[in-house]
């Protein structure tokens, strides 16, 4: 159940400066994971929530003549963000114009990436031991664009830096119009528990909307991470793989009361397919190639999973992974173990 001040709250629409959504639940970006398929297949679920491509390097972007297919958004898909990231104030105005120009209803400044590559040359989550240059970023970016600039961060560096409360003011003061919080230290990664008790700090002391992050993998946990934090809404990442499902199932939640049916096996294949098929025809031999690590995902929660998971990890084209898919629909229909080369399996 959803505590009345909670309802009340959600029945809202979700203000970022002069962008008004209709949903408080968001699809994270996330790294080879949320290009156009897949933010096409999590709106079939939630056409109101907020999408996010995934993060395009501002000095890359600066070299190179016309648009990553990163950048690529459908004009159908509103409302739709691109995520920027670097640490040079004028690449990140310059590619934030250029995010405007396709189309963006806001500009998303990635200040959380924990991953070596990207802190290593000045950008994600190292910019939380660098707040000049991220308020200088902040000041840049807001000056040369006239959509909503937001950024997205984590608590602190480590247990020994968690600089969150005077960061966020910051950022705050520098023009942010709106702050998701990933509730882990850049040292954790993906590890441990997410700190939601740091997302209720930040709240408490910003009047821009702030959004949590970190450990959303059901309509439960969303629930609790709202009434825990007072957050203003939830951004799904992880639990999202091989669940496009997810977003619309909190959305619908938090907006009725009620809980949708959760997807059988069999429609979880269907999407399955589907999604391969989708990059197949949009990236080509690239695209089958990323859709392995999705078809493993969804593989999952039924007998002989585990078998289809390590087939479908190795495809090479799009036909034979539709055919070891609707082989596996098949003997689910049928009641059946899912029977593959390697013989029976078990979840």
């Avoid at 995010?99 to 290593?120: F, H, L, S, Y």
Wanted: with cysteine; hydrophobic share 40%; aromatic share 6%.
């Amino acid at each position: 159940m959803i505590s009345p001040n909670l309802q009340a709250k959600l029945s809202t629409p979700l203000k970022i400066g002069s962008v008004e959504i209709k949903s408080r639940v968001l699809q994270s970006p996330l790294s080879g994971i949320t290009d156009l398929v897949f933010r096409r297949l999590v709106r079939r679920y939630a056409p109101e929530s907020m999408m996010y491509t995934e993060m395009v390097h501002a000095s890359g972007l600066h070299y190179i003549k016309g648009l990553p297919k990163i950048m690529e958004i459908d004009p159908q898909e509103r409302p739709i963000s691109i995520q920027l990231f670097d640490c040079r104030p004028d690449f990140l105005a310059e590619a934030a114009q250029k995010a405007q120009a396709e189309g963006a209803d806001t500009i998303d400044i990635n200040m959380g990436c924990p991953v070596n590559k990207i802190t290593r040359k000045g950008g994600g989550s190292s910019l939380l031991r660098q707040p000049e240059v991220a308020e200088a970023i902040l000041r840049e970016v807001i000056k040369s664009v006239d959509i909503p600039v937001t950024m997205k961060t984590r608590i602190g560096w480590d247990d020994n830096e968690i600089t969150i409360l005077d960061f966020a003011k910051r950022m705050q003061d520098a023009g942010a119009q709106m702050i998701t919080v990933h509730a882990r230290t850049r040292a954790q990664g993906y590890n441990g528990n997410a700190r939601w008790e740091w997302i209720a700090k930040v709240k408490e002391v910003l009047s821009i909307p702030v959004i949590a992050n970190g450990d959303i993998f059901s309509v439960e946990s969303a629930v609790k991470c709202l009434e825990e934090t007072g957050a203003d809404g939830v951004m799904c990442s992880r639990g999202t793989l091989g669940y496009p499902f997810l977003v619309g199932e909190i959305d619908y939640f938090l907006k009725t009361g009620e809980r949708l049916a959760p997807p059988t096996p069999i429609e979880l294949l269907e999407c399955a397919k589907e999604h391969l098929r989708a990059l197949g025809e949009y990236k080509g031999d690239k695209g089958v190639y990323q859709a392995r690590k999705h078809m493993a995902w969804y593989a999952k929660g039924f007998v002989g999973a585990s078998v289809l998971r390590g087939q479908l990890s190795q495809v090479e084209t799009v036909q034979e992974g539709v055919g070891l898919i609707d082989k596996a629909i098949e003997s689910l229909e049928k009641g059946y173990e899912v029977e593959l080369e390697s013989g029976l399996a078990m979840v």
